[in-house]
């Protein structure tokens, strides 16, 4: 017990640049922020609960929350938008922190005595996992401005048109109870990865996965239904390992917010999906009105229509739905 609590604070003290040395009220001092801001940002990054004569702190929190007050003062944290920015950033980086470690510890119980695996896993990997974490966001950052400057209308009035999709696999429950956690994750894993790879490729992006449902967005109402129909037809192989999987579109205007969406529109998918049949995809009025008429560059239609009954759905007086499926060739 004592071994792996040195373990700990040695680790902590790597990972933090030193032991640390000060506590949250030295800290805000340094930083020259009121010491109930300073605990107020950290409770919304989600750190644990220090007293203020905790010695838990190192130079590495003052010049964080010193950048973080200069942020508010120049104006990009407003209040209104800090606290659900910095909830964004704690469970972000909470997840992955909390992944990465498991992983490391599982790399660190094979070569032996988890404890010194881990110390040296650290130093070896952590820099490079670094340095890999700024790039990957640097080119989502540049992806998002691409994004964003493609569409004016967001920049004034903070609303997109889009179209919106849900990806649900049928049947998630049966088959978790049949399956290990060990398979269940390999399973989920290939499902999201798989439709991530679908849904880049045809230009969208993928907003979250919840346990078993996938959300994107693409701007193309066409993309979005060619993804769908390309996942339900995979679901619907028996050879393919694929789960079988149901959608729901619906194409109008979101607000788009900390890397989630919000709207009616989401809503529709959201109803829609819950409404559809296995191995189907139910699209809105939305959709249904943007692609009536497109074809394949032959003038031939480019998918079979069949309207569905109206879906009963809040904030809704009746969900016009169409199922679509891909021609027959």
Known sequence: MEASADVAAAMEAYLLGREPNLTRVEVAQRAGVPLDLAVTLWHQLGFPHHADDDVAFTEGDVEALRLSAELVRIGVLSPESQAALVRTWGRSFARLAEWQTTLLAGLAADDGDPADGLTSLAGDVLPRVEALQAYVWRRHLASAVQHLLEDTATLTVGETQTSVCFVDIVGYTTQSRRLDGAELVAWVDAFEQDTTTLVVDRGGQVIKTIGDEVL?????????????????????????????????????????????????????????????????????????????????????????WRRARRIPAKGFTNLEAWRVRALET
């Open 216 to 304: 994107f967005t693409v701007a193309d109402p066409a993309a979005a239904v060619d993804v769908a129909l390309a996942l339900t037809a995979r679901g619907a192989d028996e050879e393919d390992p694929f789960p079988a999987v149901r959608a729901g579109i619906a194409h109008g205007a979101v607000v788009r917010r900390l890397g989630d969406v919000f709207g009616s529109t989401v809503n529709a998918a959201s109803r829609l999906t819950s409404a559809a049949r296995p191995g189907s995809v139910l699209v809105d009025a939305g959709v249904h009105e943007a692609l009536v008429g497109d074809g394949d560059g032959d003038g031939q239609p480019a998918w079979r």
